[in-house]
């Protein structure tokens, strides 16, 4: 089995300043961690070097059947759990990229959310609830998180790539 989501999942906690989700279920966290990082994975999936495919994880489970087995008896049940992994190891940069991805596209969420405020209520309204200047701060954190992002996945990109094989593709041009 490859990298857990979770280990993903703890990378990008770690980066938030907002600790609201926190206030969230497990499973309420754990799925818009989940949302996040798929896309995330479709950000970079073109850039890595690895397939970023993932599976949902089986694990066996202990379980007690009164109807199928002898009385305090325990069954082996395997169920999908609420947890994914990928196929292969990533390696720590990979880790980071896809921790700071789940961290933009939070942060995307966030000024998404301040910017429907403002178009449903009255400017009069919205400035009285929440400063300009937060909305402001805010797409200027998500415009440096990009920025950022961005940056560690072309940093990737040339660190990784066969040059080789970009010759031949331009040469088909």
Same mark, same amino acid.
């Given at each position: 089995m490859g990298t857990k989501f979770d280990k993903i999942y703890e990378r990008a906690i770690f980066k938030f300043s907002d600790f609201a989700h926190l206030s969230f279920s497990e499973k309420m966290r754990r799925e818009i961690l989940f949302q996040h990082l798929i896309?995330?994975?479709?950000?970079?999936?073109?850039? !890595?070097?690895?397939?970023?495919?993932?599976?949902?994880?089986?694990?066996?489970?202990?379980?007690?059947?009164?109807?199928?087995?002898?009385?305090?008896?325990?069954?082996?049940?395997?169920?999908?759990?609420?947890?994914?992994?990928?196929?292969?190891?990533?390696d720590e940069e990979e880790i980071q990229i896809l921790a700071t991805g789940i961290v933009f596209h939070w942060l995307s969420s966030q000024v998404m959310k301040s910017e429907h405020m403002k178009n449903i209520l009255h400017n009069k309204d919205f400035n009285s609830y929440s400063p300009a200047n937060l909305l402001?701060?805010?797409?200027?954190?998500?415009?440096?998180?990009?920025?950022?992002?961005?940056?560690?996945?072309? !940093?990737? !990109?040339?660190?990784? !790539?066969n040059l080789d094989r970009l010759c031949i593709r331009r040469r088909n041009f």
């Amino acid at each position: 089995m490859g990298t857990k989501f979770d280990k993903i999942y703890e990378r990008a906690i770690f980066k938030f300043s907002d600790f609201a989700h926190l206030s969230f279920s497990e499973k309420m966290r754990r799925e818009i961690l989940f949302q996040h990082l798929i896309s995330a994975i479709v950000d970079f999936q073109n850039s !890595s070097r690895l397939p970023l495919t993932y599976r949902q994880i089986i694990e066996p489970q202990v379980a007690f059947d009164g109807d199928n087995v002898e009385d305090g008896e325990e069954i082996e049940v395997t169920e999908p759990i609420d947890k994914y992994a990928f196929d292969v190891e990533l390696d720590e940069e990979e880790i980071q990229i896809l921790a700071t991805g789940i961290v933009f596209h939070w942060l995307s969420s966030q000024v998404m959310k301040s910017e429907h405020m403002k178009n449903i209520l009255h400017n009069k309204d919205f400035n009285s609830y929440s400063p300009a200047n937060l909305l402001r701060e805010l797409r200027e954190f998500r415009t440096t998180v990009r920025r950022d992002y961005r940056g560690l996945i072309t !940093s990737y !990109s040339f660190r990784h !790539s066969n040059l080789d094989r970009l010759c031949i593709r331009r040469r088909n041009f």
